[in-house]
């Protein structure tokens, strides 16, 4: 396999189920990485599994763009009816969330008439060309793959932890509107109301309300990218709903099937129709296996309240991590943070530096391997662990994954120092 693809562990997987993954060798693991926040409804659900295979029967792909099929239609209404964007809305699916992001940008370009994009520092949107462009970290994501599409701009994101205030980050979107292209350029606007791979910095809902009522004055599309933070990650259905906003576009993706590839934009039904027919869509998008399986997933998410449970989970684990802070004997936590189940630590070498320790998380992650936890990283530099527990996991085993968490982290922190 080639060398950039890489693997976060050296375990095999063989089998899953809801929390758990059994690796080849036989040693059982609680996962905390959920596949990267797409089996918040845990692994082979049920329900899920039993949506899956009853369309299987049927069929498996016959291209929508060729003979339609009505759990897609079914599915963009549901989206219509939930996501947090005006009504009328419209939807369309394709696979991955990256393609999501691509055709965000597609329908707002072909609805504005614009050609700017603007994003923000340490944004993850995908590894297709517009994806790295908007990204806004370099390594591992866009180093020696330029040159990228023009006309997408980055500005600062509002993180007070690493220095960047609210009124920072305007000041640069203010600063780019006067320095390198006028607001009437600007298409859009795409932000994660949380950054996944930036390091779970959580956007100030005064912020994300600015950003909307800037994007009102200069006729510019807002794009909420809800793809790691959608599907009731952050407790509440999407992110956005926390700022009691709505965006023009919403890319969503991983939850949204539960493991089978499926991703999707919803919006302003004007926006979503501005392109011309034949325009938008793709041989393998809206899979019907995997509509069927987005089907099941949002019905387990209202049934089983995952909204909820993704609540208790994160305090669960909120708690437990400022308990570890106040450890003066490990002195390396650096901020703890969260919205609903979508929380991180931020290991620095020590307090008063606060200098980031990206070796310290390599040697937690690895420690926590040998113990049975699946475990993330993410973050600018590589410091944050990332809590993505399925939000169907029980409290107990949240627990005993949090207990190996922490003897991991002591064990990392005297094995680094
Ligand atoms: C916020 C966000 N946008 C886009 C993507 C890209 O999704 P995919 O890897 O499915 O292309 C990701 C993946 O991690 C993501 O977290």
Redesign the pocket.
Known sequence: MARGVGHATAIYAKRAKNAEIWSEDGRRYIDFAAG??VVNTGHQHPKIIAAVEEQLRAFSHVCFQVTPYETYIRLAERLNAIAPVPRPAKTMLVS??????ENAVKVARAFTGRPGIVSFSG??????HM?MALTGKVVPYKKGFGPFPADVYNVAFPDTYHGVTVEQSLQSLNSLFKHAADPSSIAAIII?PV???GGFNIAPFDFLRALRALCDEHSILLVA?????GFARTGRMFALEHAGIKADVV?L??GLAGGFPL?AITGRADVMDASQVGGLGGTYAGNPVACAAAHAVLDVIEEEKLCKRANTIGKIILDRCNRIKQRSNLNCVGDVRGLGAMCAIELVKDVSSGEPAPQLAAALLKTANEKGLILLSCGMNGNVIRFLVPLTASDALVREGMDIFEEGLTEAVNRTA
């Open positions: 990267i926040a991955t969330g990256a393609e999501a992001v944004g993850f949107h995908g590894r297709t994806g994660e950054q996944g791979e990218d809800e793809i790691q933070t890319a993706a991983k991703s």
